[in-house]
């Protein structure tokens, strides 16, 4: 079993910054692709930003240029630096873990952070 364990929301104006971290722990598979999503109330789970064990990143249009995504192998853990918020960004942050092997897929989720920001 894989927990994925978020901290680091909170509240801030918009043009603020926050770090939030993931902390993963059990048996993850070496290939895989760690992310961050977010949800707002009455809209659809959405993709922030994604990275993979080799370290390639992907981004969401909406966030790309403000946040970065980056990952630390020796502490198992995932970041999401977000810089410039809006507005917009107010949402519950999930990190995600997934992977496949032997055709099966496997897909885990931490128990998100609210971010709010203020105008």
């Known amino acids: 079993q894989v927990q994925l364990v978020e901290s680091g929301g909170g509240l801030v104006q918009a043009g603020g910054s926050l770090r939030l971290s993931c902390a993963a722990s059990g048996s993850i598979f070496s290939d895989n692709v760690m992310g961050w999503y977010r949800q707002a109330p009455g809209k659809q789970r959405e993709l922030v930003a994604t990275?993979?064990?080799?370290?390639?990143?992907n981004y969401a249009d909406s966030v790309k240029g403000r946040f970065t995504i980056s990952r630390d192998f020796a502490k198992n853990t995932v970041y999401l630096q977000m810089s410039s918020l809006k507005p917009e960004d107010t949402a519950v942050y999930y990190c995600?873990?997934?992977?496949?092997?032997?055709?099966?897929?496997?897909?885990?989720w931490g128990q998100g952070t609210q971010v709010t920001v203020s105008s």
């Open positions: 990275v993979t064990s080799d370290g390639y990143t």
């Open positions: 995600n873990a997934e992977w496949s092997h032997d055709y099966v897929g496997y897909d885990y």
